[in-house]
């Protein structure tokens, strides 16, 4: 009776040993979600570790809706700051590989797809060479009007008085999801889930719902987080690797593609 328990049994090695391991060439449909420890190593500050201006000011009183009413000079300043921060970072290893590893697919050299799911507002992965990122928490690069629902793409400052470029009414917000507010693509995303083959975190908390559930979302697929440190959710994966996402992404991304290079 404990036969099925055993180490040995394969029905056990099917479930708990991660195909990214060893089994790297049955991985055909991968799901990618970032989040912001990905983004720290290309040095981008996070809001609770931004010093200075930001210091004095919670959370609550610059990312919320409430806080969009109440004074809407400071959301503006708070993102144009954030924005211009962009400036000053750069891509890391992680995003060129997980860029590398998207070109392969379109080229065929490589026999996968992939879906990048982000946690985070910055452009690097585009920067990187990604294309079709799905940013489920909006983007410092855009700009959405709350009279019309046009989105612009912004890497200047706003204030409140700028005129929206489609209808001209001063009404542009940042085009972000606030605290309080629903994640953009949730139908993609769902989907992308329920069918990939693949699942890995990358650089995620782990407490930020909904996409700390999606680990329980992905059915049969097999999952890994790869982070600096556990996270709160690390044990509902398969496998968990930890150090830095510009070291370990290069290195499962060669593995994958060497597993399914096509000639
Ligand atoms: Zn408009």
């Known amino acids: ?14 479930r708990r040993t991660p195909v990214t391991t060893r089994r790297p060439e049955r991985v055909k449909r991968i799901v990618v979600l970032t989040g912001a420890g990905i983004s720290q190593e290309s040095g981008l500050e996070t809001f609770r570790d931004a010093n200075g201006l930001w210091a004095h000011h919670r959370i609550e009183d610059v990312c919320t809706p ?8 400071l959301v503006h300043r708070f993102y144009n700051l954030r924005r211009a921060q962009l400036r000053d970072v750069a891509p890391n290893a992680a995003h060129q590989a997980l860029a590398e590893l998207q070109a392969a697919s379109r080229a065929g050299t490589w026999a996968g797809t992939v879906t990048i799911i982000t946690q985070n507002v910055d452009d690097l992965h585009e920067r990187a060479g990604s294309t079709d990122v799905i940013h489920m928490h909006g983007r410092l690069n855009s700009m959405r009007c709350t009279a019309c629902e046009a989105r612009h793409e912004t890497t200047g400052d706003t204030t409140p008085a700028t005129p929206c470029p489609s209808c001209g009414r001063p009404a542009l917000r940042p085009d972000i999801v606030f605290f309080g507010e629903i994640p953009l693509h949730m139908e993609a995303i769902t989907a992308a889930l329920t069918t990939c083959d693949l699942f890995v975190a990358i650089g995620t908390s782990g407490q930020v719902y909904p996409a700390a559930a999606f680990v329980d979302l992905v059915g049969d697929a097999q999952t890994l987080d790869i982070n600096i440190a556990p996270s709160e959710i690390s044990t509902r994966f398969d496998e968990t690797r930890l150090g830095a996402a510009g070291t370990l992404v290069p290195r499962l991304v060669r593995a994958l593609m060497e597993a399914q290079h096509v000639a």
């Open 66 to 73: 409430e806080a969009l009413a109440r004074d809407p000079a």
């Open 1 to 14: 009776m404990w036969v099925g328990l055993a180490t040995g049994d394969p029905r056990h090695h099917l």
